[in-house]
């Protein structure tokens, strides 16, 4: 990726707390190149033994959804109650479900 | 609109059937336009009233939802200071890097300023979510245009002074970023809570370099006081004017950014302080200070705003230090700039090659 401008571009930083668990956005920075911004993260979110494993991603390189369309996007989820196990009545006596 | 009118009625005098033809269309443009600006009119109230009861029902608001143009300016032009008052605040401090009494004073000190740094680039972050130009909302801070926290106006005279910026400086911070936390807007309520837990440690250091100097020789003690009474009045300053000469808190609250007036987090901090002072030895530095023992509170006594307004309006004793040095650090600092993006050209080069 050849960058023509003169400001370092925007990364997002996302960062795995420890083994075991996702890595999650902290926050963003700016930085010449992924390697930088990999060397940049370190020093600016986890200063504090916060992460074990980072990840950065061009911020625009990321696809949104749009959060006007977040009635017709979700909504159809919320009609679906049957999709949870509460839903459903077990008689007395079941264990184990 | 008339005056176009007119014009046309006098211009095209000779043809007259054109008139009549202009006429209905200038009509028909202008009925249209007024039409859209009621339209564009209703539907930002209706935004509006909605963005208002997302804010009563303590929703938060992330970068990409509808937000008032002035919620947003009013954020950029909050947190680009905020952001600019990490960053000048690290040059009070810097100053006394080389010249730590020890080398544990001087890993913590190092720490510390570099966590003012990180603090400054989280805060730059959250205004670039808003749309800012972070180069832009810096170059503001260079030309004047932006301000910043008063109190890295004053200079450091000597050691103890990083004791009472510690303690009193970082206090007040701590005591104006908490309700922060909770502000209306995602990203920088986000940015706070790493900020607030880092600022914890920056107080405890500052409150133990004073418990240390307070308890030690005649000269040691005597440099503890002597630094709060440099420190006390410019500390009760940041919290800004008094809540009847604050122009941006009404708005401020409504809008939830702000959760407490600048005089209550005032009152808070004398509360919390004076004991503080009274526990190491050292005398707050205002004579007019007292128990109120029906508000369970101090009075304290009246702040001088005019130096403060002359301190905010660039009169300090450290203005022109300050944002020069920062002048300074970018120019000095544009080919290392220059460099990495080349560096990084050159890098991706080689690896498509």
Redesign the interface.
Known sequence: ???DK???P?WEVFIRSKQGLNHKHV???????S??AVENAR??YT??QEGISIWVVPSNLIT?S???DEESLFEPSASKVYRHPTFYDVPDGISHM | MLKLINLILITSDRKHCSISFVLVGVVYTYICLVNALFMKNIDIKSLEEKFQKKIDADIKI?P???MPDNYRATLIRQISQHAHSEIVGMLPEGNWITRAPNLRRKAVLL?KV??EA?HG??LY?AT??LGAD??ETIDDLHSGKAKYSSIFNYPTLSWADMGAIGWLVDGAAIMNQVPLCRCSYG?YA??MVRVCK?ESFHQRQGFEIMTKLASGTKEQKEMAQDALNRFWWPSLMMFGPSDADSKHTDQSMKWKIKRHTNDELRQQFVDITVPQAEMIGLTIPDNDLKWNESTKSYTYGAINWDEFWQVVGGNGPCNKERVDARRKAKEDGKWV??A??A???K???KKSA
């Open positions: 990726m050849t960058q003169k400001d370092w925007l926050g963003s920075l700016r930085a010449a190149d390697t930088m020093d600016v200063r504090r949104a749009d959060p006007s | 992330e990409n939802d509808w720490a570099q966590d990180g680039l989280y972050c670039e979510t972070r180069e990203p986000r940015a880092e700039v220059e990495a993006m560096f990084a050209n890098r991706s080069a």
